[in-house]
């Protein structure tokens, strides 16, 4: 597998495609995360942007391969094995960059509650904001997955439906990712920090079963 994720990074970073999602990414920080604004409120609004950010990435993975190149792969190691590849290199690729933007919350956020008062504790402050967006890069990870090539074939349909899911799953009162960003603007307003164990395990579940629907589709239509 390992020889795999590195020939699809490769690719992805040879491509330049993934500059449009990550140069708005960084935009979408810089624009909302104001510098000494409060720990929780910022983590709460930086773990929204990993959603969009990991199902653009996990299209670009699964849909950037040339057609020759797809059935080379798929001959050498399987169909489903090289599908999983690419959808955990758009993944893995989310984690990292949603590492960095909770890394610039916490250098540019002021440790406290939203009254600027109560202390927050950095540490799990910090581990809060870090869970909850991988709680986005695991549902944008799915939505990558249900809504791209081999689940549906068409383009037009793969981008508007990707684009209607990561909405629907930012707002939805019943999302995961909902839930973890309300946990820590929640939390602000108390000075308390709630660690999203509950969203991250569900959105687990959701990316391993949206995963593996793929793969076997890829199994079946190669």
Do not use: K
């Amino acid at each position: 597998m390992i020889p795999l994720l590195r020939y699809h990074s490769a690719l992805l970073l040879r491509s330049h495609r993934w500059l449009p999602p990550v140069l708005l990414y960084a935009a979408f920080l810089a624009v909302g995360v104001q510098p000494g604004g409060p720990v929780l409120d910022s983590y709460g609004f930086a773990a929204i942007g990993p959603l969009p950010l990991a199902a653009w990435l996990c299209r670009l993975c699964v849909t950037g391969e040339p057609p020759a190149a797809r059935a080379c792969a798929a001959a050498a190691t399987g169909p489903g094995r090289a599908h999983l590849a690419r959808v955990l290199t758009g993944a893995l690729s989310a984690t990292v960059l949603a590492l960095v933007g909770t890394v610039y919350v916490a250098l540019g956020s002021d440790p406290h509650a939203s009254d600027h008062h109560t202390a927050v504790p950095v540490a799990p402050a910090f581990c809060a904001g870090l869970l909850a967006a991988l709680v986005s890069v695991l549902l944008g990870t799915a939505v990558g997955a249900l809504c791209n090539w081999p689940v549906l074939r068409s383009t037009g349909w793969s981008v508007l439906s990707g684009l209607s899911a990561a909405l629907l799953l930012l707002v939805g009162s019943a999302s995961p990712a909902n839930a973890a960003v309300s946990g820590l603007v929640t939390g602000s307003a108390h000075g308390t920090v709630a660690l999203p164990w509950l969203p991250l395990l569900g959105t687990v579940v959701i990316a391993a079963v949206a995963t593996a629907v793929a793969c076997r589709l890829g199994s079946r239509r190669n």
